[in-house]
C-alpha cells in the first residue's frame, strides 16, 4: 500500500477509460495529477510516498464552523479530525501541517476541522516518547475509523495507551473512533537520551564566574569532534549512571560519540577506592606525569615508560572492577589528557615553570577540551580534568557547592567529605616545592579548583568512557532513578 502525501488545495479524480468508450468519444478529464515518488525518511521502511497536487477536495472547519482558508499552526491550531463524503482514508500530520493519504476514493470531498481545543472529541492520536527525534510527529488526526501511522527513524521497543500496533518500524493505530494518546518507547543509545534530556545549545563564553544556571548541555569540540559537556546547577542535574555496580556522573559525550563518566561511589560516598599520592616521587618534573619517562627534558618525561603512583591505584581497580564483566562497554579510544605542555617560564628542574593549565584556568580562564601533544593522551581510564572541572561551571581559586561534580547525590553536601580529589592537569614544578597538580577541594572549600603537591594524598576518582552503542535500559538521570545501560 502506497502511502501519498499531498499538499493541501487539493481534488482527487480517480480516471478510469475503458477502451469501448475510447473508442467512441474521448472524455473529458477535469484536472492533471502530478505524481512523483519519494523515497521515506527513514530508510528502514521499504514504502515509497506519492506526492500529489491537485484542487478542490478538502474544505476547512473551526470547531464546526466554516472557515474561509487554512488556519495556521503558528496561531495554535491543530487538526482533531476529519471527515470525508465518500469514504476516503486521510491523516494530517499536525507537526508538519500536511496531508498524508492511505486510501482515496472517487470524487471525494473531506472537512478538516480545527481547533485550539485540546480535549474536545475527534479521531487525533496524540505520542509520548523517550525520543521525539526518532518519531516523524506527535500528533496526526484522521477520519473517524480511519488509520494513523507514525514513522521512526529508531527502534521501537513497545506501544502502549493506544490500540496501535508495531511493524516495520512503525506505529500503525487501526479504526480510530476516539482521541487516542500513544506513549512509544525507542531504543535509545545513552547519549541519544542524553541529548533527548538536554537538547544541547551553544557553549559558554565566561569561565571566570561559576555556573550556577540551570543545568544544561553544551557544544564544544575535543581532538575526536563534536562534545557535549554538562554544566549549571547541579543539585538538579539528571546526569546520573548506574554501572559496574556504582553511581557515576555524566561529564560529557565525547568527540568520538563515546560517553565520559567521573566515579561517583555509591552516590553519597565517592572515596571507597581510597586515596593515593599522584605520585610518590615529586622532586622532578616527570612526576606530574599520569605516565613518565626520563629526566632532563619534556621529551624525556613524556616518554611514558613508567606509572605514576594513582596510574597504578587506578589500574589496579579498572583491572578488578571492570575488565572482568564490563570490558565490552569500555571505548578504549576515548582521550584522557595529561597536559604537560609548557605555560609560561622554561623547562626547568632548577628553577620554577608553570603548565598549560595553570595559564588556561588561573589566569586566562580560558578552558580546552583539546589536547595539543599526542604524548599527553592516554587511553582505557584517565581522571577528570581541571579544563573539565571548568567547563562544568568550576573556577580556579572559588567555591562552587552546587557543581555537579563536587555534589553527593541528596544534593547535600561533598562526595567525597572533607577530603580533596586529584585531576589528571599538572599545574607547575618549583626547586623548593617540587611537582604540583591540580585538584578540586571537598567541603571546606567547596567545589573549589587549587593544586597541591604531587606527594599528597587524595581521593582517587576514575574516568572511564562507555561506548557509544550502549543502549539505555531503564532510568531518568536523577539520583534517585539513574540511567541503566546494556551493550547492545
Do not use: H
Not at 469501448?20 to 521499504?46: D, G, H, R, W
Not at 518500524?169 to 541519544?192: P, W
Not at 566515579?263 to 616521587?281: H, K, R, V
Not at 571546606?444 to 561506548?467: C, H, Q
Amino acid at each position: 500500500m502506497f502511502v501519498i502525501k499531498y499538499i493541501y488545495n487539493i481534488y482527487v479524480v480517480n480516471v478510469r477509460v475503458e477502451r469501448e468508450l475510447m473508442k467512441k468519444k474521448i472524455l473529458f478529464i477535469t484536472l492533471i495529477i502530478s505524481v512523483f515518488l519519494t523515497e521515506c525518511e527513514n530508510k528502514k521502511q521499504e514504502e515509497s510516498k506519492q506526492v500529489v497536487e491537485t484542487n478542490g477536495m478538502l474544505s476547512y472547519t473551526i470547531d464546526g464552523e466554516v472557515a474561509k482558508e487554512k488556519p495556521t499552526k503558528e496561531d495554535d491550531y491543530f487538526v482533531n479530525k476529519i471527515v470525508c463524503d465518500n469514504g476516503s482514508d486521510i491523516m494530517w500530520d499536525n507537526d508538519n501541517w500536511e496531508v498524508e493519504l492511505t486510501e482515496v476514493k472517487s470524487k471525494d470531498r473531506c472537512m478538516v476541522d480545527f481547533t485550539k481545543d485540546s480535549n474536545a472529541p475527534g479521531y487525533r492520536i496524540t505520542v509520548t516518547t523517550n525520543s521525539t527525534s526518532s518519531l516523524d510527529s506527535l500528533s496526526k488526526a484522521t477520519t473517524e475509523n480511519g488509520t494513523v501511522i507514525i514513522y521512526s527513524k529508531s527502534t521501537i521497543n513497545s506501544v502502549t495507551g493506544c490500540n496501535g500496533r508495531v511493524e516495520d518500524n512503525k506505529i500503525i493505530v487501526k479504526n480510530v473512533t476516539e482521541n487516542q494518546t500513544c506513549n512509544i518507547v525507542i531504543e535509545q543509545t545513552l547519549a541519544d537520551a542524553i541529548k533527548t534530556a538536554y537538547p544541547p545549545k551553544e557553549g559558554r563564553t565566561d569561565f571566570s564566574v561559576i555556573d550556577d544556571g540551570a543545568p544544561g548541555l553544551y557544544i564544544d569540540t575535543d581532538d575526536q569532534g563534536t562534545t557535549y559537556y554538562f554544566s549549571g546547577d547541579g543539585t538538579n542535574m539528571n546526569n546520573w549512571v548506574s554501572f559496574a555496580g556504582s553511581l557515576w556522573r555524566i561529564i560529557r559525550i565525547n568527540g568520538n560519540g563515546s560517553v565520559r563518566l567521573l566515579y561517583a561511589g555509591d552516590g553519597n560516598d565517592a572515596t571507597d577506592i581510597g586515596e593515593s599520592a599522584f605520585n610518590n616521587l615529586y622532586n622532578n618534573p616527570m612526576y606530574v606525569g599520569w605516565k613518565y619517562g626520563t629526566s632532563g627534558d619534556l621529551i624525556s618525561n613524556r616518554a611514558n615508560t613508567n606509572k605514576s603512583t594513582i596510574y597504578g591505584v587506578v589500574e589496579s581497580w579498572y583491572n578488578s572492577s571492570i575488565v572482568p564483566s564490563y570490558s565490552s562497554y569500555i571505548d578504549t579510544s576515548a582521550i584522557y589528557c595529561n597536559d604537560r605542555s609548557i605555560g609560561s617560564g622554561l623547562y626547568s628542574t632548577s628553577s620554577t615553570f608553570y603548565y598549560a593549565a595553570r595559564e588556561r584556568l588561573q589566569t586566562n580562564k580560558a578552558p580546552t577540551f583539546k589536547c595539543s601533544n599526542t604524548s599527553d593522551r592516554f587511553n582505557n581510564f584517565g581522571l577528570m580534568t581541571a579544563d573539565e572541572v571548568s567547563y562544568a561551571g568550576g573556577v580556579y581559586g572559588i567555591n562552587n557547592p552546587i557543581a555537579y561534580y563536587y555534589l553527593a547525590k541528596d544534593g547535600s553536601g561533598s562526595i567525597t567529605g572533607d577530603s580533596y580529589w586529584w585531576t589528571l592537569s599538572p599545574y607547575s614544578y618549583s626547586s623548593s616545592g617540587g611537582a604540583y597538580a591540580l585538584n578540586v577541594c571537598g567541603s571546606r572549600y567547596p567545589g573549589y579548583l587549587d593544586w597541591n603537591r604531587a606527594y599528597t594524598g587524595n581521593v582517587v576518582r576514575p574516568v572511564i568512557s562507555l561506548k557509544a552503542e550502549v543502549i539505555v535500559t531503564g532510568g531518568d538521570g536523577s539520583g534517585d532513578n539513574p540511567y541503566t545501560v546494556m551493550f547492545s
